[in-house]
């Protein structure tokens, strides 16, 4: 009730706790535990990590909020532990305890916690009572802020022994203190506005002095420096007086604390003069604490911890940086130091002789060593292979938090760094109570500076880290680079090669060596596939040699004198089973897929092309569709026949005998085909030509067609013939055995040009140019039969263009075009046409009828520009062959399908008499 009015504010900002996992949100509600030692009691409140902690006491429903002189006053201290709790020391007989006889003590607080992004800000109430019956005489304890002294009536003089002052009536009002200048009497309302404690309760009379208040002094006991208390409290009830003495001795760490690198040396007067009146005294009981907590020997030898008695002295001795301490920090010149704290207590009891007055002493110190240097250590810890860089700033005290960390490019508060993914945590040191901070941050970071080196790539960070000492809100930092060499990741690689028979792989591995699998065409190389292609390994490169007949090559294309087979090597990643490495290697293969023997006897192996997977080469047939192959499996198709059996066609050359025979899928599979189906297509010329002369036989094939890679799906069919009549009737013609022809330079020549497979009646087939030449289509001599559609008017035997009428043959006469040329035409300038072989070549246009777009389309001789859209080729071949169209329009988005013949086509390059190649052009489409 007397100290109530005190309206300061006591801030206790406590330090960052240790032992934070990782500053990653987590918002802790700090434990509060309560604990009655003796004649204190010990509130706990934490871990704080920096949060701000108000303390108020309740006392009538009123908090008072405790300022430090209330503090000193009344009987509160505050302190803190290596583990950032707040420790609230409380006598029992503070100034707001609710005492119960001298036996219960009953003190109520109020917790104001300021929350922070690790603490939840919250209001506790505590309110704790103690038993305490052991009283002595007088207890004593020296707290760092304040000393008090609770003196029992009881034990004064023998006469006055019975007397409770304060039940008699009796009042306190003079506090005479002793110092060295003399007595100083004080009202005791004077002594309190002074900060002195005053009270008494039933039993005893309390006083409290503040560590330096003016009224005390210090004294040399037993050399070691005292700060000492020493009254006399008059008690007044009427004309009646009496007195009270009262005296507490303290230490102070000055004088009374040595210290060396590793120890700390406390002397405790044993006898402590001012307080024992008659020279004898018995010491009956020491006890050693930490943080206001006795410990047992056993503890105190775990701690390296020792206190031992001589005649003069109890002396302490601690080990600096052991447990029961913590490090403070301190920043003196941009120069990072710590000193050791600690909170020893020791506890003495003893009896004087004289008046068997037993006094109870305690004492809480602080002691406090020397700033010691604390050169801070950045420990790269990083493996590069983890591609992270790892590192361990230390040793800090716990008072040090890490704030922000410095990048060139920016500033990140401890919150970006956890957005950002780096990994920060704080960890206590296991043998001293120093901790360090801990930083990952992945070499993937935009931080992170990359500089290519000699097959290795150079990672390397610089970063400020921004600390800051939490109580003084000090701010620091401490610069640190890393660098970290990475080799660099080569994968393995895959050459290769061929003879004539055999493909030769050899794969080097990569920097992380053998680590992948291996697919030869679609085939996973195992063990005994291994085996079969003569695998050979040394450490750094394995090499096969796969043989060009193997299953695993796939044949691309079949020419007359080889074969190009393509070997696929790929390396995959078995764990990801993604591919590392792609690799082919095609080659040509010489090769005689027909043979033509003297006796006439014909052989001819077909082999299934990549581009035609869905071929079943046992489907394969000769010209007669009854001369299947001899042998076949899902690769080939191997066919034995005679030049007079199967549908082999004859022709005559001036010095040799050709024999050409097919080997496709039967026709009926073609007749009942839907033009835009996906069936597969086939078709591989075998040729033999015996030496009419020599009777040596020589073996040639044409290219089958798809021996391109082309889109199946892009697929339609045209087929252009062009067939030479007999007469003008046009009702025989020629048939494909009898070319060459003999003609007379007289004789004029009916040609006959038909598009096949077409019903739309409104298409049209055009033809552009026809010309003569004696080889290729673009040799020379060229003679121009056809220009633009028109006779060549410069040709002094014209072209004749002959009308179609329907017939039985003739369907649509529009898909027919007619014309006869005289062999004059191919006289001029020519003196020797024997033995010569002329080729008649036309470009054809196929119109829309509906949609007469110009050019020859529009049927009038005049020249037209064309309009060229898309690019299609066209193979037609010789006689009833077929021609076979592949389009895919370049420019337009689609591939066209045919059976809309919506579209003006042009086909060019009909080349007679051989087997050809014609381009198609596109020429315009509706809108
Ligand atoms: C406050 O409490 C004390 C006892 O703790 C009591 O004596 C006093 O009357 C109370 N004062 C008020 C204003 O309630
Ligand atoms: C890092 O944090 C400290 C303390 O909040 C602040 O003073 C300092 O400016 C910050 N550093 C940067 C570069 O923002
Ligand atoms: C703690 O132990 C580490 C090694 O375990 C040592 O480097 C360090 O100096 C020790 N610290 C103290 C204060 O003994
Ligand atoms: C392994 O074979 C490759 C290719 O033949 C060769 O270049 C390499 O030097 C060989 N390595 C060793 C260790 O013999
Ligand atoms: C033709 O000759 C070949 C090779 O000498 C032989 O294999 C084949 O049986 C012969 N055919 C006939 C019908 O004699
Ligand atoms: C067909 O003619 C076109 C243009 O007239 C030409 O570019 C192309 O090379 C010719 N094709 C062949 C196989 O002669």
Same mark, same amino acid.
Request: net charge negative.
């Given at each position: 009730?007397?100290?109530?009015?005190?309206?300061?504010?006591?801030?206790?900002?406590?330090?960052?706790?240790?032992?934070? $996992?990782?500053?990653?949100?987590?918002?802790?509600?700090?434990?509060?535990?309560?604990?009655?030692?003796?004649?204190?009691?010990?509130?706990?409140?934490?871990?704080?990590?920096?949060?701000?902690?108000?303390?108020?006491?309740?006392?009538?429903?009123?908090?008072?909020?405790?300022?430090?002189?209330?503090?000193?006053?009344?009987?509160? &201290?505050?302190?803190?532990?290596?583990?950032?709790?707040?420790?609230?020391?409380?006598?029992?007989?503070?100034?707001?305890?609710?005492?119960?006889?001298?036996?219960?003590?009953?003190?109520?607080?109020?917790? =104001?916690?300021?929350?922070?992004?690790?603490?939840?800000?919250?209001?506790?109430?505590?309110?704790?009572?103690?038993?305490?019956?052991?009283?002595?005489?007088?207890?004593?304890?020296?707290?760092?802020?304040?000393?008090?002294?609770?003196?029992?009536?009881?034990?004064?003089?023998?006469?006055?022994?019975?007397?409770? *002052?304060?039940?008699?009536?009796?009042?306190?009002?003079?506090?005479?203190?002793? +110092?060295?200048?003399? $007595?100083?009497?004080?009202?005791?309302?004077?002594?309190?506005?002074?900060?002195?404690?005053?009270?008494?309760?039933?039993?005893?009379?309390?006083?409290?002095?503040?560590?330096?208040?003016?009224?005390?002094?210090?004294?040399?006991?037993?050399?070691?420096?005292?700060?000492?208390?020493?009254?006399?409290?008059?008690?007044?009830?009427?004309?009646?007086?009496?007195?009270?003495?009262?005296?507490?001795?303290?230490?102070?760490?000055?004088?009374?604390?040595?210290?060396?690198?590793?120890?700390?040396?406390?002397?405790?007067?044993?006898?402590?003069?001012?307080?024992?009146?008659?020279?004898?005294?018995?010491?009956?009981?020491?006890?050693?604490?930490?943080? !206001?907590?006795?410990?047992?020997?056993?503890?105190?030898?775990?701690?390296?911890?020792?206190?031992?008695?001589?005649?003069?002295?109890?002396?302490?001795?601690?080990?600096?940086?052991?447990?029961?301490?913590?490090?403070?920090?301190?920043?003196?010149?941009?120069?990072?130091?710590?000193?050791?704290?600690?909170?020893?207590?020791?506890?003495?009891?003893?009896?004087?002789?004289?008046?068997?007055?037993?006094?109870?002493?305690?004492?809480?110190?602080?002691?406090?060593?020397?700033?010691? *240097?604390?050169?801070?250590?950045?420990?790269?810890?990083?493996? @590069?292979?983890?591609?992270?860089?790892?590192?361990?700033? !230390?040793?800090?005290?716990?008072?040090?938090?890490?704030?922000?960390?410095?990048?060139?490019?920016?500033?990140?508060?401890?919150?970006?760094?956890?957005?950002?993914?780096?990994?920060?945590?704080?960890?206590?040191? @296991?043998?001293?109570?120093?901790?360090?901070?801990?930083?990952?941050?992945?070499?993937?970071?935009?931080?992170?500076?990359?500089?290519?080196?000699?097959?290795?790539?150079?990672?390397?960070?610089?970063?400020?880290?921004?600390?800051?000492?939490?109580?003084?809100?000090?701010?620091?930092?401490?610069?640190?680079?890393?660098?970290?060499?990475?080799?660099?990741?080569?994968?393995? &690689?895959?050459?290769?090669?061929?003879?004539?028979?055999?493909?030769?792989?050899?794969?080097?591995?990569? &920097?992380?060596?053998?680590?992948?699998?291996?697919?030869?065409?679609?085939?996973?190389?195992?063990?005994?596939?291994?085996?079969?292609?003569?695998?050979?390994?040394?450490?750094? =490169?394995?090499?096969?040699?796969?043989?060009?007949?193997?299953?695993?090559?796939?044949?691309?294309?079949?020419?007359?004198?080889?074969?190009?087979?393509?070997?696929?090597?790929?390396?995959?990643?078995?764990?990801?089973?993604?591919?590392?490495?792609?690799?082919?290697?095609?080659?040509?293969?010489?090769?005689?897929?027909?043979?033509?023997?003297?006796? !006439?006897?014909?052989?001819?192996?077909?082999?299934?092309?990549?581009?035609?997977?869905?071929?079943?080469?046992?489907?394969?047939?000769?010209?007669?569709?009854?001369?299947?192959?001899?042998?076949?499996?899902?690769?080939?198709?191997?066919?034995?026949?005679?030049?007079?059996?199967?549908?082999?066609?004859?022709?005559?050359?001036?010095?040799?005998?050709?024999?050409?025979?097919?080997?496709?899928?039967?026709?009926?599979?073609?007749?009942?085909?839907? *033009?835009?189906?996906?069936?597969?297509?086939?078709?591989?010329?075998?040729?033999?030509?015996?030496?009419?002369?020599?009777?040596?036989?020589?073996?040639?094939?044409?290219?089958?067609?798809?021996?391109?890679?082309?889109?199946?799906?892009?697929?339609?069919?045209?087929?252009?013939?062009?067939?030479?009549?007999?007469?003008?009737?046009?009702?025989?013609?020629?048939?494909?055995?009898?070319?060459?022809?003999?003609?007379?330079?007289?004789? *004029?020549?009916?040609?006959?040009?038909?598009?096949?497979?077409? +019903?739309? @009646?409104?298409?049209?087939? $055009?033809?552009?140019?026809?010309?003569?030449?004696?080889?290729?289509?673009?040799?020379?001599?060229?003679?121009?039969?056809?220009?633009?559609?028109?006779?060549?008017?410069?040709?002094?035997?014209?072209?004749?263009? =002959? @009308?179609?009428?329907?017939?039985?043959?003739?369907?649509?006469?529009?898909?027919?075009?007619?014309?006869?040329?005289?062999?004059?035409?191919?006289?001029? !300038?020519?003196?020797?046409?024997?033995?010569?072989?002329?080729?008649?070549?036309?470009?054809?246009?196929?119109?829309?009828?509906?949609?007469?777009?110009?050019?020859?389309?529009?049927?009038?001789? &005049?020249?037209?520009?064309?309009?060229?859209?898309?690019?299609?080729?066209?193979?037609?071949?010789?006689?009833?062959?077929?021609?076979?169209?592949?389009?895919?329009?370049?420019?337009?988005?689609?591939?066209?399908?045919?059976?809309?013949?919506?579209?003006?086509?042009?086909?060019?390059?009909?080349?007679?008499?051989?087997?050809?190649?014609?381009?198609?052009?596109?020429?315009?489409?509706?809108?």
């Amino acid at each position: 009730m007397l100290y109530l009015i005190f309206g300061f504010r006591w801030l206790f900002l406590l330090l960052v706790a240790a032992n934070i $996992e990782a500053q990653k949100n987590v918002i802790l509600i700090p434990d509060i535990k309560t604990k009655c030692l003796g004649n204190i009691m010990l509130v706990e409140v934490g871990p704080l990590r920096g949060s701000f902690l108000d303390v108020a006491v309740i006392m009538n429903n009123t908090a008072v909020l405790l300022t430090p002189s209330i503090a000193t006053q009344c009987g509160f &201290s505050m302190k803190h532990d290596q583990f950032g709790n707040a420790l609230i020391y409380i006598s029992l007989q503070n100034c707001f305890s609710q005492n119960v006889e001298d036996k219960t003590f009953t003190t109520a607080l109020q917790l =104001h916690l300021h929350g922070n992004q690790f603490v939840k800000g919250e209001l506790h109430q505590v309110v704790e009572t103690c038993q305490y019956n052991a009283w002595a005489s007088r207890e004593v304890i020296c707290d760092y802020n304040y000393m008090e002294v609770a003196q029992s009536f009881q034990t004064l003089g023998e006469q006055r022994s019975c007397n409770l *002052p304060v039940d008699l009536g009796f009042r306190a009002t003079t506090v005479v203190f002793f +110092t060295p200048e003399g $007595e100083k009497p004080m009202s005791v309302a004077d002594a309190q506005r002074r900060g002195y404690g005053i009270r008494n309760t039933p039993t005893r009379l309390v006083l409290r002095s503040p560590m330096m208040a003016p009224e005390t002094y210090m004294q040399q006991v037993a050399g070691v420096p005292m700060r000492v208390f020493k009254t006399s409290t008059i008690f007044e009830k009427k004309w009646l007086a009496t007195q009270v003495d009262a005296a507490a001795a303290c230490p102070i760490q000055e004088g009374s604390v040595f210290l060396t690198q590793k120890t700390i040396t406390w002397y405790l007067p044993r006898q402590m003069d001012p307080m024992i009146s008659s020279g004898q005294f018995k010491l009956l009981e020491v006890h050693f604490g930490i943080n !206001g907590q006795r410990l047992n020997p056993l503890e105190l030898q775990a701690r390296g911890y020792s206190v031992a008695l001589n005649d003069f002295y109890v002396i302490t001795e601690l080990p600096i940086g052991g447990v029961g301490g913590y490090y403070k920090s301190h920043i003196q010149d941009d120069k990072y130091y710590v000193s050791y704290m600690i909170e020893p207590m020791l506890e003495l009891l003893w009896t004087e002789d004289a008046t068997n007055e037993q006094t109870r002493y305690k004492v809480l110190f602080h002691i406090a060593t020397h700033l010691v *240097p604390q050169p801070l250590e950045l420990i790269d810890k990083t493996v @590069p292979g983890e591609m992270t860089f790892k590192m361990v700033l !230390g040793h800090f005290a716990v008072d040090v938090a890490l704030i922000n960390i410095t990048f060139p490019a920016e500033v990140l508060s401890m919150a970006d760094c956890s957005v950002r993914g780096f990994n920060i945590l704080e960890h206590m040191s @296991p043998n001293s109570s120093m901790k360090v901070f801990t930083l990952e941050v992945p070499f993937s970071d935009p931080a992170v500076l990359k500089q290519a080196g000699d097959g290795v790539t150079i990672f390397s960070l610089h970063l400020t880290f921004g600390l800051m000492l939490m109580d003084e809100l000090e701010f620091f930092s401490y610069n640190a680079h890393l660098e970290a060499v990475v080799q660099n990741i080569v994968p393995p &690689s895959v050459s290769g090669g061929c003879d004539k028979e055999n493909f030769y792989v050899l794969v080097k591995y990569g &920097s992380r060596g053998y680590n992948f699998q291996t697919l030869v065409g679609k085939r996973l190389m195992t063990p005994s596939l291994a085996q079969h292609y003569d695998y050979m390994e040394n450490g750094t =490169h394995f090499s096969f040699v796969v043989p060009f007949s193997s299953p695993d090559v796939a044949v691309e294309a079949i020419q007359s004198s080889f074969i190009k087979g393509r070997l696929d090597v790929i390396l995959n990643n078995p764990e990801t089973n993604s591919e590392i490495q792609e690799f082919s290697v095609a080659c040509n293969f010489l090769s005689t897929l027909t043979e033509c023997f003297p006796n !006439g006897t014909m052989t001819a192996l077909a082999l299934k092309l990549e581009s035609v997977p869905s071929l079943n080469p046992s489907k394969l047939t000769l010209e007669d569709p009854s001369c299947g192959p001899v042998f076949s499996n899902d690769r080939y198709a191997f066919f034995v026949f005679t030049v007079n059996s199967c549908g082999t066609k004859r022709k005559f050359m001036s010095n040799a005998m050709l024999y050409e025979n097919e080997i496709s899928l039967p026709d009926e599979d073609l007749a009942k085909k839907d *033009p835009n189906s996906k069936e597969p297509e086939y078709d591989l010329k075998v040729s033999c030509v015996y030496d009419i002369d020599t009777n040596q036989a020589v073996a040639f094939n044409t290219r089958p067609r798809r021996s391109e890679p082309y889109a199946e799906n892009s697929k339609g069919q045209l087929q252009v013939v062009m067939r030479l009549a007999m007469d003008e009737s046009y009702s025989k013609f020629q048939s494909t055995e009898d070319y060459p022809i003999a003609k007379y330079l007289q004789q *004029p020549l009916y040609f006959e040009v038909e598009l096949l497979k077409s +019903t739309n @009646p409104l298409v049209s087939l $055009e033809l552009e140019n026809c010309w003569a030449t004696k080889g290729e289509r673009t040799s020379q001599p060229r003679w121009n039969l056809i220009i633009n559609g028109c006779p060549n008017p410069v040709d002094p035997y014209q072209v004749v263009f =002959h @009308p179609v009428w329907a017939d039985a043959r003739v369907r649509y006469p529009s898909h027919f075009k007619r014309f006869e040329v005289k062999m004059f035409a191919f006289a001029e !300038g020519e003196e020797d046409l024997n033995a010569k072989v002329i080729f008649v070549h036309c470009d054809v246009v196929i119109c829309d009828a509906k949609n007469p777009l110009g050019g020859v389309c529009g049927k009038q001789c &005049s020249k037209t520009k064309e309009m060229i859209r898309g690019e299609f080729e066209i193979e037609v071949q010789l006689g009833g062959g077929r021609g076979m169209l592949y389009y895919c329009a370049l420019s337009s988005l689609d591939c066209i399908n045919l059976n809309l013949l919506l579209f003006c086509w042009q086909v060019k390059n009909v080349t007679f008499l051989r087997s050809w190649i014609l381009n198609m052009y596109q020429l315009d489409q509706y809108a």
